[in-house]
Structures are given as C-alpha cells and as structure tokens.
C-alpha cells in the first residue's frame, strides 16, 4: 500500500467532525502533525480550518496550478479552489451542468 504524505495542494477528505465528508485542498502543512485545508467556499483562504491528519482521508490527487501559486507565494483566489473542487463537493451538479 501507498503511503501519502500531505503536501501543499494535495486533496483530502475530513473523515470526523461536522465537516465530515467535504473534500479540501491543503493549503499549509504544520510541523505539529495538523495541515491547514480550504474548500474555497465555507472555510476561505483568509480563514483556513486547522485538521489533525488522523481526522483525514488523502486523496493521490493534486491541484499542480494552485499548488504553484501557494508555494512561490502569488495570489490564489477562493474561486480557483472551489472550482477545482467543485467535481468532489458537488458531483450532481457538476455532472448535470446545473449552477447551484
């Protein structure tokens, strides 16, 4: 099996918490075993929510683009991220082309 390590862009899936079953992208790592995630619409990059890993499933998937942007420091907007997430968070309407 695979191990994933959680790196900045990666996505990830909250496993506990009332956020269970939304899906994020890991905007910072910490050194204290928690990564900072944001889905772009409730938790924005200005206020990203703190998660323990163990309270994460990780995705192999990657954001590269806004990975990029994140790391060498450029403007990311919460648009980008909810776009790429869009698919994840909501599969319905995305398949059927609805705006919500």
Same mark, same amino acid.
């Given at each position: 099996?695979? +191990? $994933?390590?959680?790196? +900045?862009?990666?996505?990830? =899936?909250?496993? =506990?918490? #009332?956020? !269970?079953?939304?899906? @994020?992208? $890991?905007?910072?790592?910490? /050194?204290?075993? %928690?990564?900072?995630? %944001?889905?772009?619409?409730? !938790? ?12 994460? #499933?990780?995705?192999?998937? !990657? +954001?590269?683009s806004i990975a990029v942007?994140? $790391?060498?420091?450029? /403007? ?5 991220? @909810?776009?790429?997430?869009? &698919? @994840?968070? @909501?599969? !319905?309407?995305?398949?059927?082309? *609805? &705006? *919500?």
């Amino acid at each position: 099996m695979k +191990v $994933i390590t959680p790196e +900045v862009g990666g996505i990830c =899936q909250s496993k =506990q918490g #009332r956020d !269970k079953d939304r899906y @994020y992208i $890991i905007s910072s790592v910490e /050194k204290d075993g %928690t990564v900072l995630v %944001t889905d772009g619409n409730f !938790k924005r990059l200005t206020t990203p929510k703190k998660k323990n890993l163990k309270h994460l #499933r990780l995705l192999p998937e !990657k +954001v590269e683009s806004i990975a990029v942007k994140l $790391i060498s420091g450029e /403007k990311v907007f919460d648009t980008e991220i @909810y776009s790429a997430l869009k &698919n @994840y968070n @909501y599969p !319905k309407t995305a398949e059927n082309g *609805e &705006n *919500e």
